[in-house]
């Protein structure tokens, strides 16, 4: 089994910065492509941003310039540095990856969701 643990969420001025981040453990032989998305009430989840197991990264028109995805492949990490952070950013992150426990099994998994809140 494969676990999915996210934090660094809060609460925070317009303007400011957050950071999350989400540890995956369990049953692990390799970690594919790992990403950000965000749900805002009364909206529809939306990719925020992704990166390959290669590093290559993609983001969300919204965002880009302001947030920065990473990942550390020895601690099984990915993070989210969110900047410069406006009130549409208000929502519940989440982050989603795939996971082979072996070379030819790979399923997707979510993490439980952090809550950001961006207001003054």
């Not at 983001?59 to 549409?88: C, E, H, W």
Request: hydrophobic share 30%; proline share 2%.
């Amino acid at each position: 089994q494969v676990q999915l643990v996210e934090s660094g969420g809060g609460l925070v001025l317009p303007g400011g910065s957050l950071r999350l981040s989400c540890a995956v453990s369990g049953s692990i032989f390799s970690i594919d492509g790992m990403a950000w998305y965000r749900q805002a009430p009364g909206k529809q989840r939306e990719l925020v941003a992704g990166i390959t197991s290669g590093g290559s990264t993609n983001y969300a028109d919204s965002v880009k310039g302001r947030f920065t995805i990473s990942r550390d492949n020895a601690k099984n990490t990915v993070y989210l540095q969110m900047n410069s952070l406006k009130p549409d950013d208000t929502a519940v992150y989440y982050c989603n990856t795939d996971v082979r426990s072996s070379r030819f099994n790979r399923k997707n998994y979510w993490g439980q969701g952090s809550q950001v809140t961006v207001s003054s």
